[in-house]
T-cell receptor, first 115, second 113 residues
């Protein structure tokens, strides 16, 4: 256990569905991240939140909508996804001091299948 | 644009062997480099973090080196064990240190008993 939990662990959804992924960190960190891990591609950063403010959007399509209500929780709202969005979605958290990001701690991921 | 490459993509060795995993990056202007381990169906676990001013870091049987000028890092695993079987990922952070990690595709290691 890394102190970062993600729910659900597995999700199957149709292209017209709306669903949300949840991430919670119990480490007292102030930065949270969403990553996408597709087969045959390197793990890609999607979003970064520092102190609940989004500081990085890595050109992610608008069908992915992040929400960070507080430093401990991070959501990824999904709507009208495409089959190529099927992947493992990983959440991570870290401590930010000044502009320095410490080691990131990862959750177990949500395995998403879009039909 | 920073690109990270890991060679080999897969490696199978008998138990007890010493082995080296390689990571290269195209832009030497990095803040730090990290090695992670990922077990099947699970998240990542940080193994070693090397700051740009450092040459190596050690943790138990693991030793990671960094040659920033040549854009290379190696992860050395001594006396490999079946429990070391996993995918090993290398990632770099740019000088701005915005928290953005750029990952390689990983090396999948199998250690046979």
């Amino acid at each position: 256990e890394t102190g970062v939990t993600q729910t659900p662990r597995h999700l199957v959804m149709g292209m017209t569905n709306k669903k949300s992924l949840k991430c919670e960190q119990h480490l007292g960190h102030n930065a949270m991240y969403w990553y996408k891990q597709s087969a045959k591609k390197p793990l890609e950063l999607m979003f970064v939140y520092n102190f609940k403010e989004q500081t990085e959007n890595n050109s992610v399509p608008s069908r992915f909508s992040p929400e960070c209500p507080n430093s401990s929780h991070l959501f990824l709202h999904l709507h009208t996804l495409q089959p190529e969005d099927s992947a493992l979605y990983l959440c991570a958290s870290s401590q930010v001091g000044g502009r320095a990001h410490e080691t990131q701690y990862f959750g177990p991921g949500t395995r998403l299948l879009v039909l | 644009k920073q690109e990270v490459t890991q060679i080999p993509a897969a490696l199978s060795v008998p138990e007890g062997e010493n082995l080296v995993l390689n990571c290269s990056f195209t832009d030497s202007a990095i803040y730090n480099l990290q090695w992670f381990r990922q077990d099947p169906g699970k998240g990542l676990t940080s193994l070693l973090l090397i700051q740009s001013s450092q040459r190596e870091q050690t943790s138990g049987r693991l030793n990671a080196s960094l040659d920033k000028s040549s854009g290379r890092s190696t992860l050395y695993i001594a006396a490999s064990q079946p429990g070391d079987s996993a995918t090993y990922l290398c990632a770099v952070t740019g000088l701005g240190n915005t928290g953005k990690l750029i990952f390689g595709q990983g090396t999948t290691l199998q250690v046979k008993p």
